[in-house]
């Protein structure tokens, strides 16, 4: 059953007299649970979906609803948990003591997400960082950082989580590293992301769905089921199944670039 329904949505931008529209008659329907990943051109509109869908901005036409309530609604309970491009973190605390910032709000706002949350330590062992929970973040290189900002969002116990690009700031190597994570950690949690990427690999290796944008308006043009077998190892990535779903997400971007 769909738990994000989007139906005929559209959003425009007017900036010093110019139009811009950023997405057209956008239906979808996303399952609770499932990982899936937005990819299309630069423009074409996908962290302006991911922030409607947060409840962090609103549309002129169509509607949205996330588990039946208003995204407004459903930010306000502290059900989204978003992972940027680079992680906020406060210099001045440890990285155990970031870990906490979301039951802190929690807390403040009488928000009771109990039975969603993540014990902060296991998680910070799952990424790697168990020997590094009293370091502070100027003691971490980006990929330690972006390392933080998953645990602390699968810590948080929001049942959404938005991720805008997390790992492009990375390297190659660190970025990949973090995917296999990030695909351990989503297996125990089962948490519902919606993932925004450039990397066509990436978005294979995660997701249940993939769904592919266009630009100028922002549009969706396909979304492709991805039939590969759960959990997925790192072994995967070499199998034909996997190439064949790589090369075919290329040809539908390439046909709409
Ligand atoms: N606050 C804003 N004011 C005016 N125009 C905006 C605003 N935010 C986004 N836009 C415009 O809306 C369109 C979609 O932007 P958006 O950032 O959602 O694209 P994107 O697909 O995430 O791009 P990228 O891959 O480069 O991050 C772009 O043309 C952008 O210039």
């Given amino acids: 059953m769909s738990y994000i329904k989007v139906e005929n949505l559209s959003k425009r931008f007017v900036r010093?007299?110019?139009?811009?529209e950023a997405l057209s008659e956008i239906n979808l329907d996303i399952h609770q649970g499932s990982f899936v990943s937005f990819i299309g051109p630069s423009g074409c509109g996908k962290s302006t979906l991911l922030r409607i869908i947060g409840g962090l901005m609103g549309a002129e036409e169509g509607g949205i609803t996330v588990g039946?309530?208003?995204p407004f609604e459903m930010q306000a309970d502290k059900q989204f948990g978003f992972v940027p491009q680079s992680p906020a973190l406060f210099p001045w605390r440890s990285v155990l003591q970031n870990?906490?910032?979301?039951?802190?709000?929690?807390?403040?706002?009488?928000?009771?997400?109990?039975?969603?949350?993540?014990?902060?330590?296991?998680?910070?062992?799952?990424?790697g960082l168990g020997d590094f929970m009293h370091a502070y973040p100027k003691e971490?290189?980006?990929?330690?950082?972006?390392?933080?900002?998953?645990?602390?969002?699968?810590?948080?116990?929001?049942?959404?989580?938005?991720?805008?690009?997390?790992?492009?700031a990375l390297d190659e190597i660190t970025r990949e590293l973090l995917m296999h994570m990030l695909m351990k950690i989503?297996?125990?949690?089962?948490?519902?992301?919606?993932?925004?990427?450039?990397?066509?690999?990436?978005?294979?290796?995660?997701?249940?769905?993939?769904?592919?944008m266009s630009s100028r308006p922002g549009r969706i043009s396909y979304d492709v089921d991805i039939d590969l077998p759960r959990p997925r190892g790192e072994a995967i990535i070499e199998s034909s199944e996997f190439y064949q779903y790589v090369v075919q997400l290329r040809e539908l971007l390439r046909e709409r670039w």
């Fill in 16 to 20: 010093r007299g110019q139009m811009t």
């Fill in 68 to 70: 039946g309530r208003t």
């Fill in 99 to 127: 870990m906490n910032i979301p039951f802190e709000v929690n807390r403040k706002s009488k928000t009771d997400l109990s039975g969603e949350e993540g014990d902060p330590i296991e998680l910070l062992h799952a990424v």
């Fill in 140 to 168: 971490l290189s980006g990929g330690m950082k972006q390392r933080v900002g998953i645990a602390r969002a699968f810590a948080s116990g929001a049942p959404i989580l938005l991720m805008d690009e997390p790992f492009s």
């Fill in 186 to 212: 989503w297996e125990q949690h089962k948490k519902t992301v919606i993932f925004v990427t450039h990397n066509i690999q990436e978005a294979v290796y995660l997701s249940d769905k993939v769904v592919i």
